[in-house]
């Protein structure tokens, strides 16, 4: 009888590690297809070929994220550390680690929408460029002559500018440029006008304007490009897009932003009516200064007559009194170089009466210099008498003749308020104004009668 074995032992599978990473990778790719991960972005880098690779972690737990280069560059904004995101893609295998990943096709940003965050991503990477510096900005010429506007040709947009500027300033020439202001190829058509203006040197300033919207709608005035042609451009540039609490780069980007459309048509030029008011009132006051220089002349050459005469008299006075000065500075001078003269020889004789000791002769010549001096003080003291002799009379005259002096006495000199000397009663009617000039100051007075008939 054949006997028969049995083998109780369960049958276990062996694998590879090849062929267990393959399954479970064939596993990961069936269940978990097309699969929405949340969870903040940690560890970010960028491959030299383009792509992001980066771990979404919660609380607990972490997985490794790969986001490719062509996925990647249809996004609105970049990846960055520390941003909570909900992650869509497929879970893959790394066979050569062996470990699991999401391969990441589309991310967008929990609690802040893409366009947003993609929005304050650029304005603070252009704005550290200094694309957006306060000295950089160019002031808006006061009068343009030529306008260039970057906008659609079609809608509202350009015909309210077109009638702000014709109603508040004739004669300015205006030139549009055509652009797509939303959807595929607006940015690249917005950009274009811009330069285009740059290049041609024909605008002196430039608005880029678009009527209100959506983000979605504005997006295009939100692209780098834009912002750089608009900080890259020759002249001045508006930026005028949607209403007053729209903003935009290219807002920030521009010299000045104005808050709708027809706002940048009242700011790019003046407004007539205002502009001859303000002629006239800068005529008036031209007038006004001139007036009153005028007035302030006349007072000054008034009161120079008076003073200009004062001055020369006391010129005159102060000459004589000077040349006096000089005539005796000269004469002390000479008298001091004759009495060292004698000073000198009186030395010489007393050397020589050493010599010889003749006291006689001693006596003699001693008798003589006295003698010799006394000469010598009465000259000078005779010139010097009559040199002021002359100059007296002379200082005395003109003392005499000096108004001051009249003054002094009592006197006073009478004027009319236009300077006129009064020297008949005719000369001063009654209620007339008069100026008296005192010896120490003036009065004004008021004439109450007249009487011509003589003292």
């Known amino acids: 009888m054949e006997q028969l074995s049995f083998t109780l032992r369960p049958q276990h599978r062996s694998y590879t590690v090849s062929e267990l990473t393959s399954e479970l990778k064939a596993l990961f790719t069936n269940e978990y297809d097309d699969i929405r991960v949340s969870g903040e972005i940690s560890g970010l880098k960028i491959a030299s070929s383009g792509h992001a690779y980066f771990t979404l972690k919660d609380q607990t737990a972490q997985i490794r994220c790969a986001l490719y280069r062509n996925s990647m560059r249809f996004m609105k904004f970049k990846p960055q550390d520390g941003l909570a995101v909900v992650a869509r893609g497929t879970l893959d295998i790394w066979e050569a680690r062996g470990d699991y990943q999401l ?5 967008e940003p929990q609690g802040f929408g893409a366009l947003q965050l993609a929005f304050e991503q650029l304005k603070k990477r252009l704005e550290a460029e200094g694309l957006f510096a306060a000295e950089r900005k160019r002031a808006i010429p006061r009068f343009p002559r030529r306008i260039g506007i970057v906008t659609s040709p079609s809608g509202a947009v350009i015909r309210d500018m077109l009638n702000v500027i014709g109603r508040r300033y ?13 959807g595929e190829g607006a940015a690249a058509a917005i950009s274009e006008g811009v330069r285009h203006f740059s290049r041609s040197q024909w605008a002196d300033v430039v608005i880029v304007a678009r009527g209100g919207g959506s983000l979605e709608d504005l997006w295009a005035f939100n692209e780098e490009a834009v912002a750089r042609a608009i900080a890259a451009c020759t002249v001045p540039v508006i930026s005028a897009v949607g209403h007053e609490t729209d903003f935009t780069i290219a807002d920030f980007a521009a010299d000045l932003r104005a808050p709708t459309p027809s706002a940048a048509a009242e700011l ?3 407004n007539t009516p205002d502009l001859l008011a303000r002629v006239a009132a800068c005529r008036e006051a031209v007038a006004r200064s001139a007036r009153y220089l005028l007035a302030h002349l006349a007072r000054r050459l008034q009161e120079n007559g008076i003073d200009r005469a004062t001055a020369l008299l006391h010129r005159g006075i102060g000459r004589g009194l000077q040349g006096l000065d000089d005539f005796d500075f000269r004469m002390r001078s000479a008298a001091a170089r004759r009495l060292d003269g004698h000073r000198r020889a009186e030395r010489d004789l007393e050397r020589r009466l050493l010599r010889h000791d003749p006291r006689l002769r001693l006596a003699g010549a001693r008798q003589r210099l006295n003698q010799c001096e006394a000469r010598a003080g009465e000259v000078i003291r005779m010139r010097l008498a009559v040199a002021r002799g002359k100059l007296e009379p002379a200082y005395a005259s003109l003392t005499a003749l000096s108004p001051l002096q009249v003054l ?4 006073a000199i009478v004027q009319t308020t236009g300077g006129r000397i009064v020297k008949n009663p005719i000369d001063a009617p009654a209620q007339s104004r008069l100026k008296i000039t005192l010896s120490e100051g003036q009065i004004m007075a008021t004439v109450d009668s007249e009487d011509s008939a003589a003292p």
């Open 103 to 107: 391969i990441v096709s589309a991310l």
């Open 170 to 182: 004739r004669g300015v020439h205006v030139r549009l440029y055509p652009a797509l202001v939303q």
């Open 408 to 411: 002094e006495r009592g006197y």
């Open 268 to 270: 790019v030029v003046p």
